[in-house]
């Protein structure tokens, strides 16, 4: 079975500040990577996806995400954020090749901007 | 705009009581899970259906239920409603069933039992 641990609950940052929200997976199996975004009172949008290849991954908003297999970690960094980046932010996995297709979330991390 | 909508925005029902949380897919996709999200427990699984048919269960409780229709549209039925189940409900869709499909969320509906 999989599982996925978001090691910070919440982050505070100044604007303009670079930001690390961390982000490791268990998985007896591979897996494809995912972040998701939530702004309040809204529904999840996908930040950006690891499938294969590079294992640096640019997404939308400025952010990026490095997959490091013997770490079995997908660290999501920004090197400027903005307040408008103030929301949740949602780890997930799912299996690879597999036929189940269903994402297996972490707890979140709520990223706060402050001026 | 996901594609992927949601109805209704916002239920309140009491404990006891039995709801249905509908979900229309995106144009052209086959397949729509629901997912849970509690503060408690974050964002679970709850079931996959695919083309009408079920595909894959996770955390569903016994007393929800769900189904996909030939529009392919879907609807969540929750009953005997406990003060737990309050949560943001979540339907996605994707093209196809498999781990290599993008999954589309939707708005989500916001469940309150009293």
């Known amino acids: 079975a999989q599982s996925v641990t978001q090691l910070d609950s919440q982050v505070p940052v100044f604007e303009e500040a670079p930001v690390e929200l961390r982000c490791n997976y268990s998985?007896?199996?591979?897996?494809?990577l995912f972040w998701y975004v939530q702004y309040p009172n809204q529904g999840l949008q996908l930040l950006l996806k690891?499938?294969?290849?590079?294992?640096l991954v640019k997404g939308i908003n400025g952010f990026e995400a490095e997959f490091n297999k013997s770490q079995t970690s997908f660290h999501l960094r920004k090197p400027s954020v903005h307040i408008s980046d103030t929301a949740e932010y949602f780890c997930a996995v799912r299996n690879y090749g597999g036929s189940q297709g269903n994402l297996i979330f972490g707890k979140g991390t709520k990223l706060s901007v402050k001026p | 705009d996901s594609g992927v909508t949601q109805t209704p925005k916002h239920l309140i029902t009491a404990t006891g009581q039995r709801v249905t949380l509908r979900c229309s897919p995106r144009s052209g996709d086959l397949s729509v899970y629901w997912y849970q999200q509690s503060l408690d427990q974050g964002l679970q699984f709850l079931i996959q259906?695919?083309?009408?048919?079920?595909?894959a269960k996770g955390n569903i409780l016994e007393r929800f239920s769900a189904q996909q229709f030939p529009d392919l549209h879907s609807e969540l039925n929750l009953s005997s409603l406990e003060l737990g189940d309050s949560a943001l409900y979540f339907c996605a869709s994707s093209v196809g069933w498999g781990s290599s499909y993008e999954q589309y969320f939707g708005p989500g509906t916001r469940l309150t039992v009293t």
């Open positions: 998985s007896s199996v591979s897996v494809y």
């Open positions: 690891y499938l294969s290849g590079s294992t």
């Open positions: 259906y695919y083309n009408g048919e079920e595909r």
